[in-house]
């Protein structure tokens, strides 16, 4: 109770600040053919009273290469219509606890989900461009995931919602601007300027590759940020002005260390000051607010979709 005391919301600037047309430029980069379904495996995990879980297994065929994607997926029960879906995007390690619990909150109250396994970035410690490759590998999946959507008739393609925590809010405020299919956004723990982000988070796993990557390269921590600077232009730094600020809702955490709070403030900035949810935590400690996250993103995501 003490905890969730000190969250703050605030609501959006007003008036709302409009989204820039993407750039042709960016929309040649990342807007890659639709890859078909070349095979779909479907199996039910388990029956809730409100919802079923089934494990799906999509492989798509693309120009030059094959893409696997696994999906948990959240069938809501049947309903009147299609219903509005929320993409969820996972954090960067652990066995989806935390996401399962948002998934289970949203499917509870009517919306389906479709909650994305991650892609791993692999053991040892990868170079700028392969950070940048992952990025937009994630990118063209979670795309061809919104493909999936479309296949399904009991979910509506027209009331797509997106939601991520941390390495997921990160890859979620990538997507938004990429893809007009998403109609509202909730980047959770995110921030922008990803070079400062991986140069200075005090996250462990990234603490101990960063300190293996600059004893292997000769380099010290700003030559780091410099090389990573040069080679990353997947940023939701960038993109930015190319996301409607009425459609995203920005969650914080005041003493968050591992994504740092000022680069979290400063990317509300370049959205054009959205709803925000500043919580009075470091980015662990943020797991005291989810109650409050909870409600207050299926309100979010109830009025936008």
């Given at each position: 109770?003490?905890?969730?005391?000190?969250?703050?919301?605030?609501?959006?600037?007003?008036?709302?600040?409009?989204?820039?047309?993407?750039?042709?430029?960016?929309?040649?980069?990342?807007?890659?053919?639709?890859?078909?379904?070349?095979?779909?495996?479907?199996?039910?995990?388990?029956?809730?009273?409100?919802?079923?879980?089934?494990?799906?297994?999509?492989?798509?065929?693309?120009?030059?290469?094959?893409?696997?994607?696994?999906?948990?997926?959240?069938?809501?029960?049947?309903?009147?219509?299609?219903?509005?879906?929320?993409?969820?995007?996972?954090?960067?390690?652990?066995?989806?606890?935390?996401?399962?619990?948002?998934?289970?909150?949203?499917?509870?109250?009517?919306?389906?989900?479709?909650?994305?396994?991650?892609?791993?970035?692999?053991?040892?410690?990868?170079?700028?461009?392969?950070?940048?490759?992952?990025?937009?590998?994630?990118?063209?999946?979670?795309?061809?995931?919104?493909?999936?959507?479309?296949?399904?008739?009991?979910?509506?393609?027209?009331?797509?919602?997106?939601?991520?925590?941390?390495?997921?809010?990160?890859?979620?405020?990538?997507?938004?601007?990429?893809?007009?299919?998403?109609?509202?956004?909730?980047?959770?723990?995110?921030?922008?300027?990803?070079?400062?982000?991986?140069?200075?988070?005090?996250?462990?796993?990234?603490?101990?590759?960063?300190?293996?990557?600059?004893?292997?390269?000769?380099?010290?921590?700003?030559?780091?940020?410099d090389e990573l600077r040069n080679a990353m232009t997947c940023d939701p730094a960038l993109l930015a002005?190319?996301?409607?600020?009425?459609?995203?809702?920005?969650?914080?955490?005041?003493?968050?260390?591992?994504?740092?709070?000022?680069?979290?403030?400063?990317?509300?900035?370049?959205?054009?000051?959205?709803?925000?949810?500043?919580?009075?935590?470091?980015?662990?400690?943020?797991?005291?607010?989810?109650?409050?996250?909870?409600?207050?993103?299926?309100?979010?995501?109830r009025k936008h979709l």
């Amino acid at each position: 109770m003490l905890v969730l005391s000190g969250c703050v919301h605030l609501p959006p600037k007003r008036p709302a600040r409009l989204a820039k047309p993407l750039p042709s430029a960016l929309v040649s980069e990342f807007n890659s053919p639709a890859g078909f379904v070349s095979n779909c495996e479907e199996k039910l995990v388990k029956n809730e009273s409100r919802y079923s879980l089934r494990r799906i297994e999509l492989t798509f065929d693309q120009t030059s290469a094959t893409s696997n994607v696994t999906i948990d997926y959240y069938q809501v029960q049947e309903r009147a219509g299609p219903s509005a879906v929320i993409v969820l995007l996972p954090i960067s390690g652990g066995g989806y606890e935390v996401e399962s619990l948002f998934a289970r909150y949203f499917a509870r109250h009517g919306l389906a989900v479709a909650l994305v396994h991650r892609r791993e970035v692999g053991k040892r410690t990868p170079e700028a461009s392969e950070i940048e490759g992952w990025l937009k590998q994630n990118i063209a999946d979670h795309k061809r995931v919104l493909d999936w959507i479309e296949t399904r008739g009991e979910l509506d393609a027209h009331r797509i919602g997106l939601f991520g925590i941390s390495m997921g809010g990160i890859q979620a405020a990538l997507l938004a601007p990429l893809d007009h299919r998403v109609k509202a956004a909730t980047f959770g723990l995110a921030a922008g300027d990803l070079p400062f982000v991986l140069a200075h988070s005090t996250e462990r796993s990234i603490v101990r590759h960063r300190a293996e990557f600059l004893r292997a390269h000769q380099m010290n921590l700003a030559q780091f940020q410099d090389e990573l600077r040069n080679a990353m232009t997947c940023d939701p730094a960038l993109l930015a002005p190319y996301v409607e600020q009425e459609r995203v809702l920005l969650v914080l955490g005041f003493c968050d260390t591992v994504v740092p709070f000022d680069k979290g403030w400063e990317l509300r900035g370049k959205l054009g000051k959205p709803e925000t949810l500043i919580l009075p935590t470091g980015h662990y400690t943020a797991l005291f607010c989810i109650p409050y996250v909870k409600n207050r993103c299926l309100h979010f995501f109830r009025k936008h979709l």
